[in-house]
Each structure stands twice: as structure tokens, then as C-alpha cells.
């Protein structure tokens, strides 16, 4: 994959210092002092700029290093390996989700994504019986398929020179969004709408006042479209998210914080692993022939994928009090990035990391995150894209290769995919 010259859609960069999920960076201070052990080193040749085009050789440097630097470009500390990343998944009470000045907070709300247990488990938990796998397999699979036939059909109709993301996978992935939320009053056009002005509210660390603008407007759309359906499904109920809501004694504002967070992350994960597995498979023609229309194979190739170029790259926690990670002392207040896309290509965990390899020995990786905070998503991404779409693209599609001449773009670290994917087939 390329790299570009334009921001990508899904992680816009402005240009200055910044926190990833929180305010504006002032000018980054030097670190604070920490509990025993040695303090972090400080990575300031990193920038911006370099992470959005090809953020995984600073990973690997970094890495290298030590498992967590200061990096005054994002005014955070970031941390790279494997095992420091899994410690603070599972440690909410050192490394809290609930981070002062969140800018996910003003774009959406504050969600669950936001929360600590035992308020975030209340809210998690309400959202179980829609996303469990028995209602995947008995309910929303079919309507997978159904939307699957309609978009390809319509890629199909389209003709050579489509571009894969945007008319395809976008579209697949906010119509399935659409109606496992509950939206039946919007289009897929909206909640692709929603999700990326929101979405870049949420990166808006330049407080650029037109972001905050369509962001704002985005998320008055969703309060009133939610507001519009939560009495209809009270008296029509289906197997959405908003109608096993609406019974259940939520906040509104809870319901509509955790609605935007899921139109956000709901939509990017699914359409981005679906182009990105795609991408590697015809990039690696001898690997998408192994498959030979094996589900268990299109799985691995599914996990594999996520594993090398996590969709979600980095997310915020922060340090309730001094202490010390991998060695790393970090004081209490320090605000820190869990690197996944530096901690699934950690060599101390996977063979050959950088290489997408389906075949590879399985071990957990943290893709879709871990804890507490594991991704409520993960089956409907898991069903939608490695069940549904990529078993009928390949046997629709024969001959589906990438454009030999129009190379395709991948762009980010904060979120991380395919920005332009030009196809070809027959």
C-alpha cells in the first residue's frame, strides 16, 4: 500500500501538537517525576506527520527501545509492547478509561467507552442481547446477506474502476450498522455522515470551529433521530440496540452518548478489516488460494488482518496513581496512548510480525482491545465481514485483483485503513 498526500477520512491531522481523545495539547511538558524505577525515554523525533503515513517503523523503534516513551508531538506517553498493553487492559483501576479533557466526551457524550466498571458494566450490559452470537446466527446473518447482495449487485452494476472502500465496503457496513442500531428513520448516507463528522470531532485537536460545527449538527441528528424512535419501539420492538433500550432503565443521555460511540467505531472496524483482509488476500495470491472457500479460512484470514493493521490503533487511558509499567515509571494523572497497532507486531509475541501470514500460529492479539472494555462488536464485525462478505466477493468477483495502475492508499494510526482501493475483475 501507498501512503497519501491527503488526510484520511477516518483520522484527520491538524497540523499541530496534540492529545489523541482530549484537548488541544498545550506546549508538551517535560514528564513528571514518578514511584521508583527509571522514567520513561523521550521520543522526540516523532511527529504527526510521519505516524498518519506509516506509523508501524516508529512502532518497531520504539519498541525496541523500551515499551513506553514520552512523546511530547502527542503529549502523551505511548506505549508499544505487547505485555504493557495487555497490563493496562486489564488494570482499570491504575489506568482509567474515564480521561479528563476527552474530546470523544464533547463530539459524543460520554459513553461506555469513557466509563470504568461498575458504571460501565451497566451499560455494556445492556447492549447483550443484540450483539450476543446466538442473535448474530439467528437474526441479524440474514440480513447481512441480504445487504450484502444489494451492494455488490450494485458494485457489480458499476463496472470496472469502482473503488472498493467507498463503493462498497462504506456502504455494506452503514447499512448493516443502520438497522442493528435501530435507525429506521435514516439512511446508510447518514450514519456515514454521523459517524465520520462525529468521528472527526473526536480527532479535532486543533479546535477547528467548522469541525465542531458538523460535528455538533451530526450529533443534534442522532439525539432527535433516537428521541423519533425510542417511543416507536416501545410499542413495535425488534432485535435493535435502541429497542432493548428503550425498555431498560438508561439515562437518555447514556442511550444517546453510547448510540454515537457505536455509529462511530461500528462502522469504521467493519468497513476498514473488510477492505484491509481484502487488500492483503490479493496481495497474496498463494494465501487467498489456500483459502479455497473455507469459512474457518476466511476467519483466520479475518483475525490475521486485524492483528497486523488494527482498525482501531490507539486508544486513551490515564494513570489514577503513581506507578510503574514494564519497568516504566509513570505518575499519577499521566495520560497514556495503548499503542495496539506497536503491541500486535511485537516480535516478543509473533513470529515475523510485520508479514500478513494466515497460516501463522494463533495467539490472542488485541485488535479488538481486552478487559473490561473488550469490543461489545467484535461477533457482528466477525459475521459481516468474514462470513457474509468476503465468501460472496470472492465467488462473485472471479478474477477480483487490485488496479495494477491506480495503487490503492492506506492513511492514520489513531484509526487505520484503506483510503482509496481501486479494483478490477473478470
Given at each position: 500500500?501507498?501512503?497519501?498526500d491527503?488526510q484520511?477520512?477516518?483520522c ?7 492529545d ?13 517525576p ?8 523521550v521520543?522526540?523525533w ?7 503515513r506509516?506509523?508501524?517503523?516508529i512502532?518497531?523503534r520504539?519498541?525496541?527501545?523500551a ?19 495487555h ?7 491504575v ?13 459524543m ?6 466509563k470504568d466498571?461498575?458504571e460501565h458494566?451497566?451499560?455494556r450490559d445492556?447492549y ?8 448474530i446466527?439467528?437474526?441479524w446473518?440474514?440480513?447481512f446477506e ?5 451492494y455488490?449487485g450494485e458494485l457489480e452494476?458499476?463496472?470496472q474502476?469502482?473503488d472498493f472502500?467507498w463503493?462498497?465496503?462504506a456502504?455494506?457496513?452503514a447499512?448493516?450498522l443502520r438497522?442493528v442500531?435501530g435507525?429506521h428513520?435514516?439512511?446508510q ?11 472527526d470531532?473526536t480527532?479535532?485537536?486543533a479546535d477547528?470551529?467548522g469541525?465542531?460545527?458538523k460535528?455538533?449538527?451530526?450529533s ?17 420492538p425488534d ?11 438508561i439515562p ?9 460511540m457505536?455509529?462511530?467505531g461500528?462502522?469504521n472496524?467493519p468497513r476498514?478489516?473488510?477492505a ?8 497474496n495470491?498463494d494465501q ?11 476467519a483466520?484470514?479475518f483475525?490475521?488482518s486485524?492483528?497486523w493493521?488494527a ?6 487511558r490515564q494513570v489514577t496513581?503513581d ?7 509513570l505518575p499519577?494523572?499521566?495520560r497514556v496512548g ?7 507486531r ?8 510485520e ?6 500460529p494463533?495467539?490472542p492479539?488485541l485488535g479488538?482491545?481486552?478487559g ?6 467484535t461477533?457482528?464485525a466477525?459475521?459481516?465481514v468474514?462470513q457474509?462478505a468476503m465468501?460472496?466477493?470472492?465467488d462473485?468477483l ?9 495503487a490503492?492508499?492506506?492513511?492514520g494510526w489513531?484509526f ?11
Amino acid at each position: 500500500m501507498t501512503t497519501p498526500d491527503t488526510q484520511s477520512p477516518s483520522c484527520p491531522y491538524s497540523g499541530v501538537p496534540t492529545d489523541h481523545d482530549g484537548a488541544a495539547a498545550a506546549p508538551a511538558a517535560a514528564p513528571l517525576p514518578g514511584p521508583s524505577g527509571p522514567e520513561a525515554p523521550v521520543a522526540d523525533w516523532v511527529t504527526i506527520p510521519d505516524l498518519y503515513r506509516d506509523p508501524f517503523p516508529i512502532y518497531r523503534r520504539m519498541r525496541e527501545e523500551a515499551p513506553v516513551h514520552w512523546v511530547p508531538a502527542v503529549n502523551r506517553y505511548m506505549v508499544t509492547s505487547y505485555a504493557a498493553c495487555h497490563t493496562i487492559e486489564q488494570d482499570d483501576e491504575v489506568f482509567s478509561a474515564n480521561e479528563t479533557g476527552s474530546l470523544m466526551k464533547r463530539s459524543m457524550g460520554h459513553s461506555m467507552l469513557r466509563k470504568d466498571d461498575p458504571e460501565h458494566r451497566v451499560e455494556r450490559d445492556s447492549y447483550g442481547s443484540t450483539l450476543r452470537p446466538g442473535t448474530i446466527k439467528n437474526h441479524w446473518k440474514a440480513l447481512f446477506e441480504a445487504n450484502n447482495e444489494k451492494y455488490l449487485g450494485e458494485l457489480e452494476a458499476k463496472g470496472q474502476g469502482v473503488d472498493f472502500v467507498w463503493d462498497y465496503a462504506a456502504p455494506y457496513a452503514a447499512e448493516n450498522l443502520r438497522l442493528v442500531c435501530g435507525f429506521h428513520n435514516a439512511t446508510q448516507q447518514d450514519l456515514q455522515r454521523w459517524s465520520q463528522t462525529m468521528i472527526d470531532g473526536t480527532g479535532n485537536y486543533a479546535d477547528d470551529a467548522g469541525v465542531w460545527e458538523k460535528s455538533a449538527r451530526s450529533s443534534a441528528e442522532v439525539d432527535a433521530a433516537i428521541d423519533e424512535m425510542l417511543p416507536y419501539l416501545r410499542e413495535n420492538p425488534d432485535h435493535s440496540l435502541l429497542s432493548g433500550l428503550a425498555s431498560m432503565p438508561i439515562p437518555l443521555e447514556a442511550i444517546r452518548a453510547n448510540l454515537k460511540m457505536t455509529i462511530g467505531g461500528g462502522l469504521n472496524e467493519p468497513r476498514d478489516v473488510l477492505a484491509t483482509t481484502v487488500w492483503a488476500l490479493l496481495s497474496n495470491p498463494d494465501q487467498l488460494a489456500s483459502i479455497n472457500g473455507d469459512p474457518k479460512r476466511y476467519a483466520a484470514a479475518f483475525e490475521e488482518s486485524v492483528r497486523w493493521v488494527a482498525p482501531i490503533g490507539m486508544y486513551p487511558r490515564q494513570v489514577t496513581r503513581d506507578t510503574v509499567l514494564e519497568g516504566v515509571q509513570l505518575p499519577a494523572g499521566a495520560r497514556v496512548g495503548v499503542v495496539l497497532g506497536a503491541a500486535n507486531r511485537d516480535p516478543a509475541v509473533f513470529e515475523d510480525p510485520e508479514t500478513f501470514n494466515i497460516h501463522r500460529p494463533r495467539k490472542p492479539h488485541l485488535g479488538f482491545g481486552g478487559g473490561a472494555h473488550f469490543c461489545a462488536g467484535t461477533w457482528v464485525a466477525r459475521a459481516q465481514v468474514a462470513q457474509v462478505a468476503m465468501p460472496a466477493l470472492f465467488d462473485r468477483l472471479p478474477g477480483l485483483r487490485l488496479d495494477p495502475d491506480n495503487a490503492s492508499v492506506d492513511a492514520g494510526w489513531v484509526f487505520r485503513g484503506l483510503v482509496k482501493m481501486p479494483i478490477l475483475w473478470g
